[in-house]
């Protein structure tokens, strides 16, 4: 049987169906709202409600409410005072129900893509505009073969259709990303982070972090929750590896699953107020993101990161806390350990500096404490990724990095990515919540 979260989440989808059914046909009968006429020009503003319904709603509830319009359509010839001509059941329905699946089918492959909500919702409602027009002019063909033929009047009327296609197809991409914005819930959301190794908490509202916390490790999620206090969250997101196996809701909460790299880039890009950049995760491993305003495309990863961090630590310094493994490396010395410009070169090199990193670890066979090893490990491992990253932005015409990750926030990853940035001229920035960036990511899914 379906729980309480499950009979919300179907409620609050038959809520919105019946709101723009009814949206539609108030606008069908009130004038100069659904439908407005320039000369003898028509224009109908019934294709953003379509899709913006259908952005929400996806393919199934764009195609109910797209024969909502085509009926509200074809009843208007049957009152002389909407001013509409008579047409066939089929011609009225078939173009409109069309547009409607269509917008959902392509809003929902467009995020998948990586597009963001608004972006994909206003590429959807083009293509919706568009095939709408073209099933229309077929339709009319179909079912009135003299149609665009003969007489001057009837070539006239083609040419309106298409003009009136043109200005609808402008105004659903003008509009439906605004609509899209003003319409996306507000309320307070948690995002789950579970990942490889650590699971991550975040309460979020309007994109901005209430709370957060990681969960201990002999703790349950249950009890996580409870412990951030989370009882004013009116739904949940789950993301991360551990998303796929993850069952039922949290908490009794109407839970959603969220693609971990769109969680990924939406909460990193928010948090550091950034919306062209290059987001590096840094976790297990770490991962390159490239996020525009419009959308986002994953363009690599790496091995090196937290995961092979830990494990040079508890094989090379026997620690396994890995926060008193950071506090080592805070202590040590990386003249010990690697080998540097100052060790091979005795004059200047331009846009180099004698501390400029040779060859890592080269030093570490003789005398260096367990402190410098730290150190070291630690610099070689944020060094090459501070490089890939920076490698990969300049390719994608960015200068600014955005690093997440709860390693991204140890001081000993600062001192070796700011050499990195100075060599290569990139940003490097680490926002207020980098650790949990994916989790506020998967809170801000609409």
């Not at 990303?177 to 190794?197: C, F, K, T």
């Not at 990681?214 to 739904?235: I, M, N, P, Q, Y």
């Not at 039922?248 to 107020?273: I, M, Q, Y």
């Not at 990969?392 to 015409?397: G, R, S, T, V």
Request: aromatic share 6%.
């Amino acid at each position: 049987m379906p729980n309480q979260a499950q009979k919300r989440r179907k409620l609050n989808y038959f809520e919105k169906a019946a709101l723009l059914s009814a949206l539609i046909v108030f606008m069908t009968v009130v004038p100069c709202t659904g439908y407005i006429r320039f000369g003898t020009i028509e224009i109908t503003t019934l294709h953003i409600v379509v899709a913006v319904g259908a952005a929400l709603l996806g393919w199934k509830g764009g195609a109910w409410l797209g024969f909502v319009w085509g009926a509200a359509c074809f009843l208007r010839a049957f009152f002389p005072a909407l001013q509409s001509s008579l047409v066939s059941p089929l011609a009225a329905l078939v173009p409109r129900l069309a547009a409607g699946a269509a917008a959902g089918l392509a809003a929902h492959w467009l995020r998948k893509a990586g597009y963001h909500p608004p972006a994909a919702g206003a590429l959807a409602a083009a293509a919706a505009s568009a095939i709408h027009t073209l099933l229309v002019l077929f339709a009319m063909k179909l079912f009135f073969p003299a149609f665009g033929e003969g007489s001057q009047p009837e070539r006239v009327e083609v040419v309106r259709i298409c003009l009136s296609g043109v200005i609808e197809l402008a105004a659903a991409v003008a509009i439906v990303p605004l609509a899209l914005n003003l319409l996306r819930p507000r309320e307070v959301v948690l995002g789950v982070d579970l990942g490889a190794s650590v699971t991550k908490l975040a309460l979020v509202k309007n994109g901005r972090c209430l709370r957060a916390i990681h969960k201990g490790a002999e703790e349950t999620l249950e009890e996580a929750v409870a412990r951030l206090d989370a009882s004013e969250a009116a739904r949940a997101a789950v993301t991360g590896v551990g998303a796929a196996s993850f069952k039922g809701d949290v908490l009794n909460l109407p839970t959603r699953r969220v693609d971990e790299f769109a969680a990924l880039s939406r909460g990193a890009s928010r948090s550091a107020k950034k919306r062209n950049c290059l987001v590096v995760s840094i976790g297990t491993g770490t991962s390159f993101l490239r996020v525009t305003p419009f959308r986002f495309r994953r363009v690599g990863g790496t091995g090196l990161g937290g995961g092979m961090l830990q494990g040079l630590a508890e094989r090379l310094c026997g620690v396994e806390d890995m926060q008193k493994f950071c506090a080592m490396a805070q202590q040590g010395d990386l003249s010990r350990v690697d080998l540097q410009l100052r060790d091979v070169c005795a004059g200047e090199i331009p846009g180099l500096t004698p501390a400029t990193t040779v060859a890592n670890l080269r030093k570490a066979g003789g005398g260096a404490r367990g402190e410098d090893l730290a150190a070291g490990l630690c610099n070689m491992v944020f060094e090459g990724v501070g490089v890939m990253a920076a490698l990969a932005a300049n390719k994608c015409l960015t200068h600014t990095v955005v690093l997440v990750g709860t390693i991204a926030q140890w001081p000993v990853a600062k001192h070796s990515l700011d050499g990195v940035a100075s060599l290569h001229r990139v940003r490097f920035l680490v926002p207020e919540y980098a650790p949990f960036a994916t989790a506020i990511g998967a809170a801000m899914a609409d």
